[in-house]
């Protein structure tokens, strides 16, 4: 049904009255407000003013009397668009019947190429136009897509109707399916857009060239503007030009006012400038200048808009996606300011623009959580960069994409950045496994790839790991020799990244003396973003470098069978290495490169066979010139210049040197500072009030004995003491089943427990007991804890984004395996009756035992301060009221008790009172001490003397003796020939060791020129004069009090 619309005053009406014969139930009409028009419905007649139906039947609308008109003179087929004229396009037009410039022209009926009728698509109709008696036919639409009339010219057919209406046609038309595409209409000749050229009148002045806009330039060093200049030649007379501008296509208003900004060109002015604030919240889109001509004298008609091409205000990001693997390297993100800093100041650090970068995930880590934008000299660009690394978290957790979005930190220098969002960036972060070996009992070697035993029976100092990375070597190197007389183990162990190293040595000193773990920092300018700390046991200890690299050391004081005297020491050690050591890792862990065939490559290169441990073993024993024990690290700068790098998760930002390998501190969730001490370069403890107290001799005897000792393993069981191989074995498994996290882990992936079964049976077959179950127990709750808490879906996340490590291979685990003597529930040993302690190791119904007191009890205050002193002993454990008693045996001074520390499992440190004058020195001072966990049950007490070396000489037994060359004046000690300024005295022991002299002044020498002489400088024969003597002025050979020259 063919009917007028006027779209306007259209009023939908559906029509539900069934009384009516309608064609549909529910059909829709249209009402209108201002005129009266009629549809037919079969017999009725719908009046679209009132809304009413009629039963008068009326003919419907004619075409050749209601249509819409399209005046427009550029649609003829003889025009074609200029590059600066704005194309024809009829994709909004309204359905519905057209007529063209007043009925004076058709649509033509043949092939219209690309590029005329004002459009680059235009539409012409197929088909001959109709006759009158026709009425209204249906015709096809052609657009063509190409230039050329060789080819059908019809690749996109619309459907079109046509009526002739005597003196014009009227088409009944629909939009085109896109832009710019238009319908033509006739083929006369037409002035060009703006003016003809020849005899049309110029409605307004003709631009040939779009305007431009040139980069933004920095206006009396505090403001920016953009300059857009209009290309027309000056000279014109009443030329005008409109400029306005706009930001991803919309009209730019003024911020403050909410007006459109528009700028007008008279005379030969050509350039209009945009003040950068104006642009205030529009940062981060693309600015163009538009520009209409007009003439002066006939503003009202203006030309079509022009616009130049687009700058970018804003921040880019020249980097936008960014792949990061654990095992590195980082990647640089540069970012550009296409706005240039103004900047007022004479501080050219000053002229910046600083952001900040956030992301919703703490597994990209940043070289800085805020970047500053500032000129760069030799490109002339405003430009910041910073870096970007995945985070060595130690888990698996696969690929991932984060986003990062940037902010700008707005001062009051540059108002006009606030709010401004720059397009944020795609980070994805791949993760790698990180590397991990156990040494443990004698020592069995779980390498990185072959997660089997080595079992490495020799002594001597050996490489365990190493990757000796250019940016940040990670070395490990252990001291191995016999526990007792027949047993290798790891009795001390170096551990150094980049110019921090860290000792822990446990290894004997003198016979049958008790083991205990030393901890010292190797570091020449002490430790740089390493962490030292020790669970509540003090028996286990954690190195954790800022690479993520950490190892882990169980300490362990045996009797061996027959030896019950002797108190040997013994270490587990635990690797993790970070991903980036992959492919670089070598050393008794083996090569670490997913390859476990081929672990047993020597430092020679060479690859041994399982029946050559041995010999592969030798070939990693550390050389001279690479040996880290007891050697001050030089520091090498190099390594001092490593990023240190932050996670920048939801505003909150990280930027610490400590590790995020959740694996550093599994102290039950408690754990404890280390005090550790630090060596000179005389490679004996330097002491201060920080370090540890006492130093002692090695025995040479015991030290050679043990490093040439060559153990031979016994071959076969059953062992000396009856044990067959059926039993061994059941020792060992039911000893593995009772440790702390077997429940947990016995089927977890990665694990082999009968590689721990196998290093658990060889150490009962070369010592005849159970002794080393411990170890095993330990090393299986080290590889849990390693394959757990690799796993992503152990974890869960805080509201912080921080992943939890899983509680029951953490907090649960009880330390020392409760020393066999208790059950562990959750994470607390219940221990056996007669025990205590947080691992049951302390027997409750005994003291401690005082074993000796570092130094053989001696402390010369010549060397250091005596301020505390160790002790060591037995059956000690972390309490609230441990305290050390001082009971004084010489001079003044009354019983002292004061707090302790513990500083390990078998060691304390004690505060020594006040004793002696840090200036003048002080004479003996000897205490027995004991120590109590109680304050109430003491000790058994042994002997520490603080004694001056100037004028005493002590021995281990206490006793000491008075030199005879030195004084003991007013209680303290002077060497010989000390002078007392004040008293102008001397100590001359030839006359007394307890009484100041009285200075000898002439001394004279025998030689033949003497000392220079003071009246004649020239001349060295005079009296050399000490003690506060000077020359006789009479006398030069003669010296005087120098107060009183009375010669």
Known sequence: MDFFRDDKD?????????????????????????????????????????????????????????????????????????????????????????????????????????????????????????????????????????????????????????????????????????????????????????????????????????????????????????????????????????????????????????????????????????????????????????????????????????????????????????????????????????????????HIDECKISFSVDTHTKDAMFSTCSYDIKLDPVTGRYLGSFKVTATKDF??????????????????????????????????????????CNAHGDPHVIGMDHKRNTNVYVTGEMTLY???????????????????????CICALVARE???????????????????????????????????????????????????????????????????????????????APPDNKGCGQGICGLWNDNPNDDLVGADGRHYSHKQVTEFANTWRVKSSERLFNQILSYQPFYSTQHTYCTCSNGRVDCTKKSKNPNKNNCNGKCKSVRASKLNRHRYRRYSDDDLDGEEAVDDVITQKRENFNYKPRDVFPTGTGINETQAKKVCVDGLGKSTLYTRCHHEPGMNITALIDSCMEDVKASGSDLFLVTQMAAFDSWCQNEAMKNISNYKKSPDGDLIPPLDVTDHVCPNQCSQRGTCLFGQCKCAPGYTAVDCSVKSNEPPNIVRIRGDGLCDIRKRFCVRTNVLAENIMETEKMTCRFQPLTGSGTLKIVPAELVSAWEILCPVPVHYDAHTGRTLQQYNVSISLDNTTFSNEQTYTVYDSVCQQCDVTGQCLFKKDACLIDGNCFQSGYLNEQHNKVCNPSQSQYQWSSPELDHYTAISFGCQCQHEQSSYNCACCRNGGCQCPRNPNKCGNCHHLDC
């Not at 889109?285 to 004298?297: A, E, P």
């Not at 990062?404 to 790698?432: A, C, E, L, Q, R």
């Not at 190493?466 to 290798?488: I, R």
């Open 466 to 488: 190493e990757c000796k990375s250019a940016s940040n070597p990670l070395q490990v190197q252990v001291k191995t020799w016999p526990c007792g007389n027949y047993h290798p």
């Open 10 to 346: 259209e009023v939908p009406v559906v029509v539900r009255d069934r009384r009516h014969k309608v064609d549909k139930q529910g059909t829709t009409f249209e009402c209108f407000k201002r005129k009266t028009t009629f549809q037919v419905i079969r017999n009725f007649y719908f009046n679209t003013k009132t809304c009413f139906y009629s039963s008068r039947l009326v003919h419907s609308l004619d075409p050749c009397l209601h249509y819409n008109s399209h005046d427009d003179p550029h649609r003829s087929a003889l025009f074609q668009p200029e590059s600066t004229d704005k194309e024809n396009c009829d994709h909004q037009m309204k359905e519905g019947w057209y007529v063209f410039n007043g009925g004076n022209d058709t649509i033509p009926n043949h092939c219209v190429t690309k590029y005329h009728c004002g459009t680059k698509f235009p539409v012409w109709m197929k088909g001959q136009l109709p006759s009158v008696r026709d009425g209204v036919v249906n015709r096809h639409g052609c657009i063509a897509l190409t230039h050329s009339t060789n080819v059908l010219c019809c690749e996109i057919v619309l459907d079109m109707k046509v009526k002739n209406c005597g003196s014009f046609y009227v088409y009944y038309l629909k939009p085109t399916p896109f832009c710019p595409a238009a319908y033509c209409a006739g083929e006369t000749y037409t002035c060009n857009v703006g003016n003809s050229g020849g005899q049309c009148k110029d409605l307004y002045p003709k631009m040939t060239s779009f305007p431009v806009l040139r980069k933004p330039e920095i206006v009396l060093n505090t403001t920016v503007r953009f300059p857009c200049d209009v290309q027309y030649p000056p000279g014109q007379p009443d030329v005008g030009f409109e400029v306005t501008w706009t930001v991803d296509g919309q009209t730019l208003v003024d911020p403050d006012t909410g007006t459109l900004i528009v700028e007008h060109l008279t005379g030969d002015s050509r350039t209009v400038y945009l003040d950068y604030n104006k642009l205030k919240g529009n940062f981060g889109k693309t600015l163009k200048c538009r520009v209409r001509s007009y003439y002066t004298n006939t503003t009202i008609i203006k030309s079509d808009s022009i616009t130049s091409d687009g700058y970018y205000c804003g921040i880019k990001v020249l980097t936008e996606k960014i792949v990061v693997d654990e095992k590195g390297p980082e990647k640089t993100v540069q970012v550009e300011s296409t706005i240039p800093v103004p900047c007022n100041t004479a």
């Open 395 to 436: 888990v698996s957790d696969g690929t991932q994409t984060h986003e990062v979005s940037f902010k700008p930190i707005v001062d009051f220098n540059h108002p006009v950045w606030m709010g401004y969002n720059v397009h944020p960036i795609h980070v994805t972060t791949v993760s790698s496994e990180h590397g991990h």
């Open 498 to 576: 980049g110019n921090d190293a860290v000792q822990i040595d446990m290894c004997e000193r003198r016979r049958n003396k008790h083991a205990v773990p030393e901890v010292t920092i190797l570091s020449e300018r002490g430790l740089n973003g390493t962490t030292l700390s020790r669970d509540q046991s003090g028996k286990s200890f954690f190195i954790n470098f800022p690479s993520g690299a950490r190892v882990f050391a169980s300490t362990y004081v045996l009797s061996p069978h027959g030896h019950p005297h002797e108190k040997d020491g013994m270490i587990n050690v635990d690797i993790q």
